[in-house]
């Protein structure tokens, strides 16, 4: 499913996940925006890790059938420019205040609502079957979050601080496209290699 927009076909160098649910989609489409969550702190959770998305996705479908059993929902993630929400100046934080054990959702805060959010939305994507069904599957919650969690460490915040640095740096002339790219090739491939080689420790360990 993609949104039907021109900045749909933008590509960005940084890309942030939201979890959700088809259900809780078509308001959100509808709106054309984005709103803090409504219980807890009032804040939109991102993430640059697609697992984490789908976890909390997956975790919205729940919800939903406990409060709206009759509905017909799935777990969708959007995928957000996170380069363009650092450049539109919206409030992003590396955000760790629910404590050490949720250090593995990587979580970045928005603490504005996206509006509009179709000038930030690149696409919106259902989770894969198989994805899913493994949340389902799993009768704990620790289990299901030991699934999606992505292996290494924490890297929310260098990213956010990579991305800003990048960002002023381009606006303000003093780096080109191209050494922007650079600069998000080394963001990916540093994320690459900590999710990888930690895989391959754990594996062998």
């Known amino acids: 499913m993609k949104p039907e927009c021109d900045q749909a076909a933008t590509a960005s160098r940084w890309i942030l996940y939201h ?4 259900y809780r989609l078509n308001q959100i489409l509808r709106d054309n925006r984005l709103l803090p969550s409504q219980s807890g702190p009032t804040k939109i959770s991102l993430t640059p890790e697609p697992s984490v998305a789908e976890y909390f996705a997956c ?8 409060d709206h ?11 957000l420019n996170g380069e363009s929400l650092v450049a539109l100046m919206y409030d992003l934080e590396g955000y760790r205040g629910d404590g050490k054990e ?8 928005c603490w504005n609502e996206i509006d509009p959010l ?5 696409a919106v994507e259902p989770v894969p079957d198989d994805r899913a069904s493994l949340y389902f599957g799993l009768p704990s919650l620790e289990q299901r979050r030991d699934a999606y969690r992505p292996l290494g460490s924490r890297l929310a915040e260098y990213e956010l601080r990579a991305v800003t640095k990048m960002v002023k740096r381009l606006e303000e002339g003093q780096i080109d496209e191209n050494k922007a ?9 540093r994320r690459f290699l900590e ?7 754990s594996a062998t360990g």
């Open 59 to 66: 975790n919205a479908v729940l919800g939903d059938e406990h």
């Open 19 to 22: 979890g959700t649910s088809s």
């Open 102 to 109: 949720c250090d593995w959702e990587n979580e970045i805060t």
């Open 118 to 122: 179709d000038e930030v939305l690149i």
């Open 69 to 79: 059993p009759h509905v017909e929902t799935e777990p969708v993630v959007l995928a």
């Open 181 to 189: 790219d650079q600069v998000a090739a080394a963001i990916s491939r």
């Open 195 to 201: 999710r990888t080689f930690s895989g391959v420790a």
